[in-house]
C-alpha cells in the first residue's frame, strides 16, 4: 500500500497529467503503475551552483541506466563564495576543493564559503532530487568553509574552513536538530590565508575520515617560493621554482567519543609532490591516495602513525590533477585534471605502488573538476562534473581500463529554464544518492 502511494507522489513530480490521480493510492489504473515503475527516480547526483548571493544545491535525477535527467534545486541557507586567483583571473574551482557536498545515508550536508556556515538536509526517498533541511544552517567555527568528511557509523560530519581563520570543526548530526556543534574539534590548521583565500597554491583543499574512522585528515596545498609565479592551476613539474613548501596532510586522532586530538601531525608529500589536493581511502591498507595538483598524486601510508611515508606517481602531461573518487567493482581509482579536462584511471597494488591504468580525454577546456562514482543497479557509474561545459559527463565503468562516456548532459538550458543560476567559475562538488 505504502509503495503504491509513493508511485502516486512521484507521477505527480513527473506528469502532471497524472495529477487527478494522485489521491487515492488504490484507485490508480494499473497502466499508471506500470509508468510509474519505468520512470522511478533511483537517485540523484548533487553539486552546488556556490553563487554569491543565493548557494544554491543543484540535484539531477540518476536514471535506471545510469544516465542523467535535470532535477530540481534547494537553497543551502546561506551564501557561496569565490577564492582570490590574483593575480589570474578567477576560474572554475572557485573553492580550491574536493567534498564541498557529502551524501550519507538519506542525509546531505554542505557549506555556505560565503556565510560561514554548514547545513544538512533530509533527502527524499520518493524523489532524492527534493531535499528538506534539518535544523538550521550552523557556524562552522571559522572562515570560508570548502569541505566536508562524513563518518557514517558514528554519525559526525567535520568541516573543514580554508580562510583566515582556517581549520577544522565537527559535528554530531541528528535527525531532529540538524547539525550539533561537538565540543574539543575546533581545532586550527595554522595556515596564512585571507578571506576569501588566494590560492589555488597555499590553501585547503580537502577533509577525509580515515577507513576506520581512527582519524581525520585534512590536506593543505604548497607554495611555489618566488612571488608572482605562484596562483596558477597550471603549475608546471619542470618548473625550477618548485620546490621547498610542498604543503602537508594535516592528522588528528579521533577519540571514540568524536572528539579530536589537541594537534594534529603533518605528513608532506615526497621528492616531487607539491600541491596535496584531493583524499581517497585506498580500501584495507591504512592509506590514502592524495591527488596532486603539481605532479599526478601520491600514496600516503599511514599504517606506522600520523607520520605518513608516501611516494609520488607523476602523470605525464598533467596539468592540475585534483580531484579523485575509487569504484569498488573496478578496484581502481578516478582522478580528473581541471588543465587538460581528462580522467586518468589508476591502481595501487598490494605493495602501496601505484600506477595509471587508463586516461580518458573528455571535451577539452570543459575543465573536468569533481568526481564522484555510484552503483546503479549493480553497475558502477562515475560522474565528472565539467563547470566550463555546464556539463556532467557520465562513464559507465565496467572492468579496469573499460571506462566508456555514455552520456555528456548539459544542464544549462533546463537551469535557465528553471530560474537557476549557474557561473561556471562557481560549480562545485559532486556527490551521489542511490535508493538502496
Ligand atoms: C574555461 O573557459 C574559458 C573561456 O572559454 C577559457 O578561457 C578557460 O581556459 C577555460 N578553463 C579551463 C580550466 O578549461
Redesign the pocket.
Request: net charge neutral.
Given at each position: 500500500m505504502k509503495s503504491l502511494t509513493s508511485a502516486s507522489i512521484f507521477i505527480i513530480a513527473g506528469h502532471l497529467a497524472f495529477v487527478s490521480f494522485s489521491v487515492s493510492a488504490a484507485g490508480i489504473p494499473a497502466i499508471c503503475q506500470q509508468s510509474a515503475k519505468q520512470a522511478a527516480v533511483h537517485g540523484a547526483v548533487y553539486f552546488i551552483n556556490n553563487d554569491g548571493n543565493a548557494n544554491k544545491i543543484i540535484a539531477h535525477e540518476i536514471q535506471q541506466d545510469g544516465t542523467l535527467k535535470f532535477g530540481a534545486s534547494t537553497w543551502a541557507g546561506g551564501r557561496g563564495s569565490h577564492g582570490n586567483e590574483a593575480p589570474a583571473p578567477n576560474?572554475?574551482d572557485a573553492l580550491f576543493s574536493q567534498g564541498a557536498v557529502k551524501v550519507s545515508g538519506n542525509h546531505l550536508f554542505t557549506i555556505n564559503a560565503g556565510s560561514n556556515t554548514a547545513a544538512m538536509f533530509e533527502i527524499n526517498q520518493e524523489n532524492p532530487t527534493k531535499l528538506h533541511m534539518v535544523g538550521t544552517p550552523v557556524s562552522t567555527g571559522g572562515e570560508f568553509p570548502m569541505a566536508m568528511a562524513v563518518d557514517s557509523k558514528r554519525g559526525q560530519v567535520c568541516v573543514a574552513n580554508g580562510g583566515a581563520v582556517n581549520g577544522v570543526q565537527c559535528f554530531k548530526a541528528d535527525n531532529k536538530q540538524g547539525l550539533i556543534e561537538i565540543q574539543n574539534t575546533l581545532r586550527p590548521l595554522n595556515i596564512k590565508q585571507s578571506t576569501p583565500p588566494t590560492g589555488p597554491a597555499g590553501t585547503v583543499s580537502h577533509i577525509l575520515f580515515s577507513e576506520d574512522g581512527t582519524k581525520l585528515f585534512a590536506s593543505v596545498k604548497g607554495v611555489p617560493p618566488t612571488p608572482g609565479t605562484s596562483p596558477s592551476?597550471i603549475l608546471q613539474l619542470s618548473d625550477p621554482l618548485i620546490q621547498t613548501n610542498k604543503g602537508f596532510i594535516a592528522t588528528w586522532d579521533v577519540n571514540p567519543d568524536g572528539t579530536l586530538s589537541p594537534s594534529f601531525k603533518s605528513s608532506p608529500p615526497s621528492k616531487g609532490g607539491l600541491l596535496p589536493f584531493s583524499m581517497t581511502v585506498i580500501p584495507g591498507k591504512n592509506s590514502i591516495l592524495n591527488t596532486d595538483a603539481g605532479v599526478g598524486f601520491s600514496v600516503f601510508d599511514f599504517s606506522k602513525g600520523d607520520q605518513a611515508s608516501s611516494s609520488v606517481i607523476p602523470i605525464n602531461g598533467q596539468k592540475a590533477t585534483c580531484w579523485s573518487s575509487f569504484s569498488t567493482k573496478t578496484g581502481t581509482f578516478f582522478l580528473t585534471d581541471?588543465?587538460t579536462?581528462t580522467v586518468s584511471e589508476v591502481q595501487v597494488d598490494g605493495n602501496l605502488k601505484g600506477s595509471i591504468v587508463k586516461q580518458y580525454p573528455l571535451a577539452p577546456?570543459?575543465?573536468t573538476i569533481d568526481n564522484e562514482v555510484a552503483t546503479v543497479n549493480g553497475k558502477d557509474f562515475l560522474y565528472v562534473l565539467q563547470p566550463?561545459a555546464t556539463s556532467i559527463s557520465v562513464m559507465s565503468l565496467p572492468s579496469a581500463g573499460q571506462a566508456k562516456v555514455v552520456q555528456t548532459f548539459n544542464f544549462a538550458d533546463d537551469a535557465k529554464k528553471g530560474g537557476i543560476t549557474v557561473d561556471?567559475n562557481n560549480l562545485q562538488g559532486m556527490s551521489a544518492f542511490v535508493k538502496a
Amino acid at each position: 500500500m505504502k509503495s503504491l502511494t509513493s508511485a502516486s507522489i512521484f507521477i505527480i513530480a513527473g506528469h502532471l497529467a497524472f495529477v487527478s490521480f494522485s489521491v487515492s493510492a488504490a484507485g490508480i489504473p494499473a497502466i499508471c503503475q506500470q509508468s510509474a515503475k519505468q520512470a522511478a527516480v533511483h537517485g540523484a547526483v548533487y553539486f552546488i551552483n556556490n553563487d554569491g548571493n543565493a548557494n544554491k544545491i543543484i540535484a539531477h535525477e540518476i536514471q535506471q541506466d545510469g544516465t542523467l535527467k535535470f532535477g530540481a534545486s534547494t537553497w543551502a541557507g546561506g551564501r557561496g563564495s569565490h577564492g582570490n586567483e590574483a593575480p589570474a583571473p578567477n576560474g572554475p574551482d572557485a573553492l580550491f576543493s574536493q567534498g564541498a557536498v557529502k551524501v550519507s545515508g538519506n542525509h546531505l550536508f554542505t557549506i555556505n564559503a560565503g556565510s560561514n556556515t554548514a547545513a544538512m538536509f533530509e533527502i527524499n526517498q520518493e524523489n532524492p532530487t527534493k531535499l528538506h533541511m534539518v535544523g538550521t544552517p550552523v557556524s562552522t567555527g571559522g572562515e570560508f568553509p570548502m569541505a566536508m568528511a562524513v563518518d557514517s557509523k558514528r554519525g559526525q560530519v567535520c568541516v573543514a574552513n580554508g580562510g583566515a581563520v582556517n581549520g577544522v570543526q565537527c559535528f554530531k548530526a541528528d535527525n531532529k536538530q540538524g547539525l550539533i556543534e561537538i565540543q574539543n574539534t575546533l581545532r586550527p590548521l595554522n595556515i596564512k590565508q585571507s578571506t576569501p583565500p588566494t590560492g589555488p597554491a597555499g590553501t585547503v583543499s580537502h577533509i577525509l575520515f580515515s577507513e576506520d574512522g581512527t582519524k581525520l585528515f585534512a590536506s593543505v596545498k604548497g607554495v611555489p617560493p618566488t612571488p608572482g609565479t605562484s596562483p596558477s592551476h597550471i603549475l608546471q613539474l619542470s618548473d625550477p621554482l618548485i620546490q621547498t613548501n610542498k604543503g602537508f596532510i594535516a592528522t588528528w586522532d579521533v577519540n571514540p567519543d568524536g572528539t579530536l586530538s589537541p594537534s594534529f601531525k603533518s605528513s608532506p608529500p615526497s621528492k616531487g609532490g607539491l600541491l596535496p589536493f584531493s583524499m581517497t581511502v585506498i580500501p584495507g591498507k591504512n592509506s590514502i591516495l592524495n591527488t596532486d595538483a603539481g605532479v599526478g598524486f601520491s600514496v600516503f601510508d599511514f599504517s606506522k602513525g600520523d607520520q605518513a611515508s608516501s611516494s609520488v606517481i607523476p602523470i605525464n602531461g598533467q596539468k592540475a590533477t585534483c580531484w579523485s573518487s575509487f569504484s569498488t567493482k573496478t578496484g581502481t581509482f578516478f582522478l580528473t585534471d581541471i588543465g587538460t579536462s581528462t580522467v586518468s584511471e589508476v591502481q595501487v597494488d598490494g605493495n602501496l605502488k601505484g600506477s595509471i591504468v587508463k586516461q580518458y580525454p573528455l571535451a577539452p577546456n570543459s575543465a573536468t573538476i569533481d568526481n564522484e562514482v555510484a552503483t546503479v543497479n549493480g553497475k558502477d557509474f562515475l560522474y565528472v562534473l565539467q563547470p566550463n561545459a555546464t556539463s556532467i559527463s557520465v562513464m559507465s565503468l565496467p572492468s579496469a581500463g573499460q571506462a566508456k562516456v555514455v552520456q555528456t548532459f548539459n544542464f544549462a538550458d533546463d537551469a535557465k529554464k528553471g530560474g537557476i543560476t549557474v557561473d561556471a567559475n562557481n560549480l562545485q562538488g559532486m556527490s551521489a544518492f542511490v535508493k538502496a
